[in-house]
């Protein structure tokens, strides 16, 4: 049972333009969410978190936005470079303290120069 | 060190052998997290630590799976008898603290069951 869901495998995105990556959860008990992102042969890197008190966080050229009553958070990046073109994963965490992460299946994102 | 060490970086084994996976987290991060990648993009919580000790371990399968955290050695992941399903990426992370921060991963041991 997928519990952390990004319905998009795959999007493309003219350099300079805005990257919106969504992800979908469905345990109302997460309450830290996390997007990593990931190149080849590579493990996740960190990008971004947001806790379930706020409903946006920003850091440079990313910000993410949590809609909790819908179950619903979005990375945005803006501009796009070549470089951002990668898997992104989506993850959250429960309040239960163990800390372990629920994954999304990732979307891979093109930036096309 | 500075990054999660994650040895070998691929691992070959016959069916039926023993695969062992090692994992040196984050000096100062008292949790440790494994992680298995079967499918290209899904990722399976097998068990965490703090330091030593075992903190969640629903993940793993029991019968075959084993790991251990011990005082001044790297972290291990240990596979018995490995079957064809066991083929996948294994990622080991650590973090500061329990709650609420971001962990941070090595870049997986690649097994391989021939």
């Known amino acids: 049972d997928q519990q952390v869901k990004q319905n998009s495998p795959s999007l493309s995105v003219q350099e300079g333009r805005i990257s919106i990556l969504n992800c979908d959860y469905t345990?109302?008990?997460?309450?830290?969410f996390l997007w990593y992102k990931k190149y080849p042969a590579e493990g996740p890197t960190f990008l971004i978190s947001i806790s379930s008190i706020k409903d946006k966080n920003e850091d440079g050229r990313f910000t993410v936005f949590l809609n909790k009553s819908a179950k619903h958070l979005s990375l945005h990046i803006v501009p796009s470079q070549p470089g951002d073109s990668a898997v992104y994963f989506c993850a959250a965490s429960d309040q239960t303290g163990a800390n372990n992460l629920f994954f999304g299946t990732g979307t891979r994102l093109t930036v096309i120069p | 060190g500075e990054e999660v060490a994650q040895t070998p970086k691929h691992l070959v084994r016959g069916e039926g052998q023993k695969a062992k996976l090692y994992c040196a987290p984050i000096?100062?991060?008292?949790?440790v997290f494994w992680y298995q990648q079967v499918l290209k993009n899904e990722f399976k919580f097998l068990i965490s630590?703090?330091?030593?000790?075992?903190?969640?371990e629903t993940g793993m399968p029991k019968e075959r799976f084993s790991a251990k955290c011990l005082p001044n050695s790297p972290c291990s992941l240990e596979i018995q008898a490995t079957k064809l399903e066991d083929s996948a990426v294994y990622f080991c992370?650590?973090?500061?603290?329990?709650?609420?921060?971001?962990?941070?991963f090595g870049q997986g041991t690649r097994l391989t069951v021939v």
């Open positions: 345990n109302s008990m997460f309450d830290y």
């Open positions: 992370a650590s973090s500061q603290s329990q709650v609420n921060t971001e962990a941070f």
């Open positions: 000096k100062g991060h008292s949790y």
């Open positions: 630590f703090q330091n030593e000790n075992v903190f969640d």
